[in-house]
């Protein structure tokens, strides 16, 4: 029997669109400016966790930059001069950990945003890439799509093999606010945390919902629902059992 040749359709053709990295900058780099991590030389120990960090940061966002996410091996080989960081950021967008948090719990459609923002630093362009790019995920699978994306003239012009994917040009020259940073959580320092336990919250370990509260059922409400609870259960039984009864013609319904 002749096998079935897979046959991977061509990347639907999509036209850019004018977004801020397509711009050339001329302003000079300031606190405002976005560091960009790279490996030109050898770097000291300081430096390279930066990198990791920074990497981490780009792939996963802070909201999953947990210990068990962590690529020890890839960590090891990139210390090492075995990888380059183009391989390491490429292990770790198709890790186990960043499929399980971020392509299993999405559609293509939503995927694909994430994987442009994350390795080509910007915006899907609009519903026509989605699209596109949604077709190289659908056929060829997560490390397929990865592999298409790190490929392209504009992750090369942009990243090069040994720097670390960032969202480019985002602060814009001369305007009160550039582009919001795509990783985006809410952050809440101690005196925040202070406020609310002067206005009487507590988030202690051992808190329990003290008598009256309104997250509490009132014990009067808590039995009346048991009760009608066990009426309710009692009669479906006694539904079922006649059903039961009147299949052998012992009773008639």
């Given at each position: 029997?002749?096998?079935?040749?897979?046959?991977?359709?061509?990347?639907?053709?999509?036209?850019?669109?004018?977004?801020?990295?397509?711009?050339?900058?001329?302003?000079?780099p300031g606190d405002e400016q976005l560091r960009a991590y790279a490996i030109d030389t050898q770097l000291g120990?300081?430096?390279?966790?930066?990198?990791?960090?920074?990497?981490?940061?780009?792939?996963?966002?802070?909201?999953?930059?947990?210990?068990?996410?962590?690529?020890?091996?890839?960590?090891?080989?990139?210390?090492?001069?075995?990888?380059?960081?183009?391989?390491?950021?490429?292990?770790?967008?198709?890790?186990?950990?960043?499929?399980?948090?971020?392509?299993?719990?999405?559609?293509?459609?939503?995927?694909?945003?994430?994987?442009?923002?994350?390795?080509?630093?910007?915006?899907?362009?609009?519903?026509?890439?989605?699209?596109?790019?949604?077709?190289?995920?659908?056929?060829?699978?997560?490390?397929?799509?990865?592999?298409?994306?790190?490929?392209?003239?504009?992750?090369?012009?942009?990243?090069?093999?040994?720097?670390?994917?960032?969202?480019?040009?985002?602060?814009?020259?001369?305007?009160?606010?550039?582009?919001?940073?795509?990783?985006?959580?809410?952050?809440?320092?101690?005196?925040?945390?202070?406020?609310?336990?002067?206005?009487?919250?507590?988030?202690?370990?051992?808190?329990?919902?003290?008598?009256?509260?309104?997250?509490?059922?009132?014990?009067?409400?808590?039995?009346?629902?048991?009760?009608?609870?066990?009426?309710?259960?009692?009669?479906?039984?006694?539904?079922?059992?006649?059903?039961?009864?009147?299949?052998?013609?012992?009773?008639?319904?």
């Open positions: 029997m002749e096998e079935e040749k897979i046959v991977n359709l061509p990347l639907l053709a999509y036209a850019p669109h004018s977004q801020n990295q397509r711009v050339e900058g001329y302003e000079v120990t300081t430096d390279m966790d930066a990198v990791i960090t920074a990497a981490y940061r780009q792939i996963f966002h802070e909201q999953q930059m947990l210990k068990i996410n962590r690529q020890t091996l890839l960590e090891s080989q990139l210390r090492g001069g075995f990888i380059s960081i183009k391989e390491f950021v490429r292990g770790l967008a198709v890790s186990a950990p960043f499929r399980t948090w971020n392509y299993e719990v999405n559609n293509n459609y939503r995927m694909v945003e994430l994987c442009v923002q994350r390795l080509l630093g910007r915006n899907v362009y609009d519903d026509k890439e989605t699209l596109a790019w949604s077709i190289v995920l659908a056929t060829k699978g997560l490390e397929g799509f990865v592999d298409a994306l790190m490929a392209t003239d504009e992750y090369v012009t942009a990243f090069g093999d040994n720097t670390v994917p960032y969202q480019r040009r985002r602060i814009l020259p001369q305007h009160a606010q550039g582009d919001l940073p795509f990783e985006r959580m809410p952050r809440y320092g101690q005196d925040h945390l202070v406020t609310l336990q002067s206005l009487g919250y507590d988030f202690s370990a051992n808190r329990r919902i003290a008598q009256g509260d309104w997250l509490e059922t009132p014990d009067g409400v808590r039995k009346v629902a048991g009760a009608v609870t066990a009426g309710l259960a009692l009669f479906l039984t006694l539904v079922a059992l006649s059903v039961v009864l009147s299949w052998f013609g012992w009773i008639h319904l």
